[in-house]
């Protein structure tokens, strides 16, 4: 089935350094993979998605690029503020038998001022 | 306003007790899933369903079960809660032809 690596497992980075996240999934056949964001003693949020006939998707201050060959893809965040300080979450679809998504470890980001 | 409600938020009981954690979307997905997850901690599938009469066992064994009634309603239930049983629990939703999860807000559980 579907694995997904995800790291690091922490980062810290001075305010208005940019941050990036790895994720490596196993399953060449996964077409969706979203990235979700939960500040503490909040619910997980969907900040972006691609799909797999897209090599990158950008969205003001954060970006996902997405490399089919190596089975990874990857979360930029530039310009960081200090509500960006999160946990955040990659993953991947599973396409064959069960319609669901399999989550990475989980990053928890904190921005220094 | 269409969303996704999990009731109690927090819940403290003592061992032994049974519990039914409620999940209800007004979204009219039909694909609901529930996960376990320690504060900030990687997330657990423990159980999922397509539809109304629908539901499957996830990645992570647990003691819990589900029934789907309703296609806007996706109880969980804990027979005989223990203290390895104090966790998150979420839960999400997905609407037709689509993969993207939209979560709840959780239950925070303790059992003593």
């Known amino acids: 089935g579907e694995n997904v690596e995800q790291h690091p497992s922490t980062l810290s980075v001075q305010e208005g350094d940019s941050a990036v996240i790895k994720c490596t999934y196993s399953?060449?056949?996964?077409?969706?993979f979203p990235w979700y964001k939960q500040e503490l003693g909040k619910r997980p949020q969907l900040i972006i998605d691609?799909?797999?006939?897209?090599g990158e998707k950008k969205d003001q201050r954060i970006a996902v690029t997405l490399n089919k060959t190596a089975k990874h893809f990857s979360l930029h965040i530039t310009e960081t503020q200090p509500e960006d300080s999160a946990v955040y979450f990659c993953?991947?679809?599973?396409?064959?038998?069960?319609?669901?998504?399999?989550f990475g470890q989980g990053t928890r980001l904190t921005i220094n001022p | 306003e269409a969303d996704i409600y999990q009731t109690p938020r927090y819940l403290v009981i003592g061992t032994g007790k049974k519990i039914t954690l409620e999940c209800s979307q007004t979204?009219?997905?039909?694909?609901m899933y529930w996960y376990q997850q320690d504060p900030g901690m990687e997330l657990h599938l423990i159980h999922y369903?397509?539809?109304?009469?629908?539901?499957e066992k996830g990645d992570l064994s647990s003691e819990s079960t589900v029934s789907r009634i309703r296609t806007e309603h996706f109880p969980l239930t804990l027979e005989s809660a223990r203290p390895s049983h104090t966790s998150q629990y979420l839960c999400a939703s997905t609407p037709s032809g689509r993969e993207t999860q939209y979560f709840g807000p959780g239950t925070r559980l303790l059992v003593l």
């Open positions: 691609i799909r797999s006939n897209v």
């Open positions: 369903s397509y539809g109304v009469n629908s539901t």
């Open positions: 399953d060449s056949a996964s077409n969706y």
């Open positions: 979204m009219g997905h039909d694909k």
């Open positions: 993953a991947a679809s599973v396409v064959q038998g069960a319609q669901k998504l399999v």
